[in-house]
């Protein structure tokens, strides 16, 4: 039998990981939330969470406190990188119409040049230096899940590929993606040059 104070410790686990205000984890998330040094206990406690649905495995060591179905693909996606990212290129153009292809992946901009997929959706990042990625202007943030205006997407993508093609570039204001260009430190784009070059 477990004594009280082994109860009342697993409780205050559980009580701290239920009253976080966040609902993804890596491993090391969980070792800091509850203190925890000892490997041990800490993959004996989230096993034990898992069984009894207080926490879900989404990959090994990436864990969440509510149904996978019940996760938005975009927070998953930049809770998954571990490090500051937001969602831009083409994941944005497309929700704004200014592309007509159909892109299967969301596309984020962080400090990380990576590939991935979590139950099959997947994720492209953009890798930006730290100088451009945390030079807030053109992000917003919406449920939770920061993510480019449309002229900074516009920005983003002409600075890793100034040649990209825009479906309709009407919608642009090229005016707001020349300042939103000079506030981040990018090279300035003359649209005229553009023509239509993958990604």
Same mark, same amino acid.
């Given at each position: 039998? +477990? &004594?009280?104070?082994?109860?009342? /410790?697993? @409780?205050? $686990?559980?009580? #701290?990981?239920? %009253? ?10 969980l070792a800091l939330l509850w ?48 490090? +500051? &990212?937001?969602?831009?290129?083409? /994941?944005? @153009?497309? $929700?704004?119409? #200014?592309?007509? %292809?159909?892109i299967p992946f969301i596309t ?39 993510q480019a205006t449309l002229e ?48």
């Open positions: 039998m +477990y &004594s009280m104070r082994q109860q009342t /410790t697993k @409780l205050n $686990k559980k009580n #701290v990981l239920l %009253q976080s205000q966040r609902d993804l984890f890596h491993i090391k998330d203190a925890l040094n000892n490997q041990n206990t800490l993959h004996t406690t989230v096993s034990r969470y898992i069984k009894n649905n207080t926490l879900f495995r989404i990959q090994k060591g990436f864990y969440s406190k509510v149904p996978f179905n019940q996760i938005n693909n975009m927070q998953l996606g930049i809770s998954f990188l571990h490090s +500051y &990212s937001y969602i831009s290129t083409e /994941t944005i @153009l497309a $929700k704004h119409g #200014v592309i007509s %292809q159909d984020l901009i962080s400090d990380k040049s990576k590939k991935f997929n979590i139950s099959n959706q997947p994720y492209i990042s953009r890798k930006l230096k730290d100088l451009f990625l945390l030079n807030q202007i053109g992000i917003i943030e919406k449920n939770g899940i920061k900074r997407a516009v920005a983003d993508m002409l600075y890793f590929n100034p040649r990209y093609h825009f479906d309709a570039q009407r919608l642009i204001d090229w005016q707001k993606v020349e300042l939103i260009q000079k506030a981040i430190g990018y090279k300035i784009y003359d649209k005229s040059k553009s023509k239509k070059s993958p990604a």
